[in-house]
């Protein structure tokens, strides 16, 4: 399955029944961490929408971090950009996204000693 179908824009994702939990983060780049996540939230509604922020210094592009996301069976679609943000069922991720990479980034330097860049 051809799952780049999950790409929509917000409109279209909110359209249809049932509950909807809305997630925003920069899944960058896309680790185990997230999929549990995103599978926890997924559990308790009956649509996962992703919304595909753009960190700071990205380590791969936006359209390249949406098709990942969409490949995961959890999610339902997959936005790209910043819609309104301002609606307040939408859980933000980007700190601990953040934090997830940061901590990433701190083990593959322990293992490999600090890479330069």
């Given at each position: 399955?051809?799952?780049?179908?999950?790409?929509?824009?917000?409109?279209?994702?909110?359209?249809?029944?049932?509950?909807?939990?809305i997630?925003a983060?920069?899944?960058?780049?896309?680790?185990?961490?997230?999929?549990r996540?995103l599978g926890?939230?997924?559990?308790k509604?009956d649509r996962l929408?992703?919304?595909?922020?753009?960190?700071?210094?990205?380590?791969?592009?936006?359209?390249?971090?949406?098709?990942?996301?969409?490949?995961?069976?959890?999610?339902?679609?997959?936005?790209i950009g910043?819609?309104?943000?301002?609606?307040?069922?939408i859980?933000?991720?980007?700190?601990a996204?953040l934090?997830?990479?940061a901590?990433?980034?701190?083990?593959?330097?322990?293992?490999?000693?600090d890479l330069?860049?």
């Amino acid at each position: 399955m051809d799952t780049r179908c999950k790409l929509v824009d917000l409109e279209r994702a909110l359209a249809g029944g049932g509950r909807t939990a809305i997630v925003a983060g920069y899944f960058d780049p896309l680790i185990a961490a997230h999929a549990r996540r995103l599978g926890e939230l997924k559990s308790k509604t009956d649509r996962l929408i992703a919304v595909i922020l753009e960190p700071p210094d990205p380590l791969l592009d936006s359209r390249a971090r949406a098709e990942l996301v969409a490949a995961l069976a959890c999610v339902d679609t997959v936005v790209i950009g910043a819609p309104d943000l301002s609606r307040t069922d939408i859980l933000h991720e980007e700190t601990a996204d953040l934090a997830r990479r940061a901590d990433l980034i701190a083990k593959v330097r322990a293992r490999h000693g600090d890479l330069a860049g």
